[in-house]
């Protein structure tokens, strides 16, 4: 009778162990699909067929990093929403706002700051560059010691004027930054705008425009680093209003000044 019993509770426990252990292959699965990562891989910008190893690619959102394999591949936990940020020795930053956990292909731009090393094998120098440039003004030369005054070939003394060359040079100079403003207020204005803004954050009507006052970049700033990415600083710039207080979000009208 003790066998019979013992037998018993042997066959109860293994059946209960089969279906542990089917439960166990059933629930697994779901925890796998559960898991979120993107993979891709990183090419050079100038040469796309050239991939790149080692580049440093972090997930800001859950601070998470890993880096590029030979072939320029990765592979990162993220969710939809999440912004990776891509970095290499002698390349721009990049970031990567994520729409969708599809694979993806990413071009790094080489850094314009970094210097390649030129070797100069030869050298011809153009004899016209000694003569006299035939549109060149004639400069004169004044005394400036009393009655006698001193002689062009003088060596001591005397003041050089070049008439209506430096307001010519300086009337230039501000045409050219005028050119060069314009050139930059059109790129910020095709760049940072409502449709731009709105399809990287959620913002609409009267927040929107107080967000595009405070944080609208300025020339100095986008000349600062060439190419600028409007893209990770319209993120990053959304991410600090957040934080502000509801206060600090609007811009207020200037006060009107009374009159005398």
């Known amino acids: 009778m003790l066998k019979y019993n013992q037998g018993v509770k042997t066959a109860l426990h293994l059946n209960m162990s089969k279906h542990l252990l089917l439960l166990f292959i059933c629930i697994a699965p779901f925890g796998v699909w559960a898991q979120t990562s993107v993979s891709g891989t990183v090419y050079d910008y100038d040469n796309k067929t050239f991939p790149i190893q080692d580049v440093i690619v972090r997930n800001l959102n859950s601070k998470e990093l890993t880096r590029t394999k030979a072939a320029g591949q990765f592979t990162l936990p993220a969710k939809i929403g999440d912004l990776l940020e891509f ?44 003569y006299r440039d035939p549109n060149a003004k004639e400069s004169k030369r004044f005394g400036a010691d009393g009655l006698r005054g001193k002689g062009n070939n ?26 060069e403003r314009d050139v930059y207020e059109t790129e910020i204005r095709e760049n940072f705008n409502e449709e731009t803004i709105t399809k990287l954050v959620k913002l609409q009507g009267e927040d929107l425009k107080d967000f595009m006052a405070i944080y609208r970049p300025t020339e100095a700033l986008i000349k600062d680093e060439r190419p600028f990415n409007y893209t990770y600083y319209i993120v990053k710039a959304y991410h600090s209003w957040l934080k502000l207080p509801a206060g600090q979000r609007k811009v207020y009208p200037m006060p009107k000044l009374k009159g005398n």
């Open 87 to 130: 970095s290499f020795v002698g390349y721009h930053t990049d970031t990567l706002f994520l729409i969708d956990l599809k694979p993806k292909t990413i071009f790094l731009p080489g850094n314009s700051k970094t210097l390649k090393e030129v070797e100069i094998l030869s050298a011809k120098v153009n004899p016209s560059v000694l």
């Open 154 to 179: 003088d060596r001591a003394g005397g003041m050089m004027f070049n008439l209506g060359y430096g307001k010519m040079k300086r009337e230039r100079e501000k045409e050219r930054r005028l050119e």
